[in-house]
């Protein structure tokens, strides 16, 4: 398979836990990684391996994966939150990265 | 750490060849634990991986874009490239260069360029 597909927008209350969730046939195979982008700014890695944070990304991110689902959790979300999220894999083949077409954090 | 610094063309005529160098810095651009990417995102669109080469010249690209793709490394240097040709509009996006870790089933982009906007305009 040659697609992961994300919900295009989620919205969380301050301080609250949101899931944004990344589905692909490929996630069976290969572990995700997901990323946090801010108007103007690169993507920034906040997850890898499904469950493992880069140093210096808060442990209120965390990662968790079933089947063709790969989830990120931000547990108390705060307002800096507030971005786009990708999720990234290989296909199915490992020949072909591929991204998510990224999910819009609102943080009310 | 390492940093990555696209180079900056701007502006791209339509049909022709869009060219962009990428260059290393703090970090081996010749270590076997990475390769090292193009990406792009169109303006207020999502994410596009381009291609990606190891240090050895190895590649593997996009299929929706293998007829137009060139990557190409210049470990004496510290750079890679990308050469995409026959732009139209649709190529028209922030194109950033990134380290991916190659870790088996678990690979990964883990440092990013700033990004440099790529217009294709006559």
């Known amino acids: 398979s040659s697609e992961l597909t994300q919900d295009p927008a989620v919205s969380v209350a301050l301080g609250q836990t949101v899931k944004i969730t990344c589905q692909g046939d490929s996630l069976r195979t290969y572990y995700a990684s997901w990323y946090q982008q801010k108007p103007g700014q690169a993507p920034v890695l906040v997850i890898y391996g499904t469950n493992n944070r880069p140093s210096g990304i808060p442990d209120r991110f965390s990662g968790s994966s079933s089947g063709k689902t790969a989830s990120l959790t931000i547990t108390g979300a705060q307002a800096e939150d507030e971005a786009d999220y990708f999720c990234n894999a290989r296909d199915s083949t490992g020949n072909q990265a591929l991204f998510g077409g990224g999910t819009q954090l609102t943080v009310l | 750490q390492v940093q990555l610094q696209e180079s900056d063309p701007g502006l791209v005529k339509p049909s022709e060849t869009l060219s962009l160098t990428c260059t290393v810095s703090?970090?081996?651009?010749?270590?076997?634990?990475?390769?090292w990417g193009w990406i792009r995102q169109p303006p207020g669109k999502g994410l596009e991986w381009i291609g990606s080469i190891y240090y050895s010249g190895s590649t593997y690209y996009n299929p929706s874009l293998k007829s137009r793709v060139t990557i190409s490394v210049d470990t004496s240097k510290t750079q890679f490239s990308l050469r995409l040709s026959s732009v139209t509009a649709a190529d028209t996006a922030v194109y950033y260069c990134?380290?991916?870790?190659?870790?088996?089933?678990?690979?990964?982009?883990?440092?990013w360029g700033q990004g440099t906007l790529v217009t294709v305009s006559s």
């Open positions: 990134a380290r991916e870790v190659d870790m088996a089933s678990m690979p990964y982009f883990d440092s």
């Open positions: 703090g970090g081996s651009i010749s270590s076997s634990r990475y390769y």
